[in-house]
């Protein structure tokens, strides 16, 4: 495709998922507060509601966004362009967003139980498996490169899109947090698809990350809506759809890194007889005070950091803190990668 044409294209659906996004949610919030549909603020005092299930409108606009892409180029150029890989990708976004609203639908603690989760999550890697997407040679962390054959998009592919969904969802509970993520996860596996030459992940990052700055327009503190279940499951599938689709599962996993640090302290406080929540202890000033002795999320560690540095925590502090780490991890991972 000639450079030009490739410019305007990505444009456009870029700027349509933008678009998509920032009406969508904007029409969203005034509906759910009309049909009750809100849910508590946990890092404010006062009770301050707040429209849920926001994130469905950007895995549907990212959606849209791919599949306008592929059209502009099919209808002007004459040709199909990564048609196999976006039709997947478009699928594996709106189920798992959907099964993420669900959850959201059914209610905070009240929706699918855990195992529910995982045996639906579990076929949301289908449209992937069916194309055979990725490569069965993986270059691992530590490790180096394996062959794993049919177990590759049999077993590998689900269990990537599960973990990472899941995993996603672990480090949440804060005005922007899950947007922002979101947002620096995808710039930097657009950075690294570039690179290599992967242009089909290069693009859908690019209109993720469209969709995301769109997002944050309501969701920024003070949010007037969360993103839910239905963007975390969303975003992390996807995330994991691009690794696959892109092979390039040593750079996603560094990435990743703050989210297996996630998943450690997790774990460390079902030793220690916790099933951690990730939100601070609001007071009236407006600062947060860490909701648990020990260390048991990023969360509470971006407290703890905030408290020592400014002697207060503040809850766009904590986005801040988790944020600026992630970048660090993304730098550590493009260099990594590289030397690889």
Do not use: C
Request: hydrophobic residues 55%.
């Amino acid at each position: 495709m000639d450079e030009q044409y490739f410019l305007l294209y990505i444009t456009i659906a870029v700027l349509a998922s933008f678009l998509a996004t920032l009406y969508t949610v904007r029409w969203w919030i005034r509906k759910a507060y009309i049909l009750g549909f809100t849910g508590r603020d946990m890092n404010k005092v006062g009770g301050v509601e707040v429209a849920e299930a926001g994130g469905v409108w950007v895995s549907l606009s990212v959606a849209f966004g791919i599949l306008l892409y592929m059209a502009l180029v099919k209808y002007t150029r004459g040709y199909g362009v990564f048609e196999e890989e976006y039709m997947a990708l478009a699928l594996l976004l709106f189920l798992s967003s959907f099964l993420g609203f669900l959850d959201d639908l059914l209610g905070w603690k009240k929706g699918l139980r855990a195992i529910y989760r995982v045996m639906l999550m579990a076929p949301l890697s289908i449209p992937l498996m069916v194309i055979k997407a990725g490569y069965t040679r993986m270059a691992l962390p530590l490790i180096g490169v394996v062959d794993f054959g049919l177990a590759y998009p049999l077993v590998l592919v689900p269990l990537g899109i599960l973990g990472a969904a899941n995993a996603f969802n672990m480090v949440a509970g804060y005005n922007g947090l899950e947007a922002l993520q979101g947002l620096v996860l995808m710039l930097f596996t657009a950075i690294f698809s570039w690179f290599i030459g992967q242009y089909s992940v290069f693009v859908a990052s690019l209109i993720m990350m469209s969709s995301l700055l769109a997002f944050l327009r309501y969701n920024w503190y003070p949010a007037k809506v969360f993103p839910g279940n239905a963007l975390t499951y969303g975003l992390g599938a996807y995330y994991a759809s691009l690794v696959i689709l892109g092979n390039f599962e040593r750079f996603g996993i560094l990435l990743f890194t703050l989210y297996f640090v996630e998943l450690a302290l997790f774990i460390r406080g079902l030793v220690h007889g916790v099933y951690k929540e990730n939100y601070g202890i609001p007071k009236n000033d407006g600062s947060l005070e860490p909701p648990y002795e020990h260390v048991y999320s990023i969360t509470h560690l971006a407290i703890k950091i905030q408290k020592a540095i400014r002697g207060r925590a503040t809850e766009k502090g904590v986005v801040y803190t988790i944020v600026s780490i992630q970048v660090l991890v993304g730098i550590a991972a493009l260099f990594l990668a590289r030397l690889s």
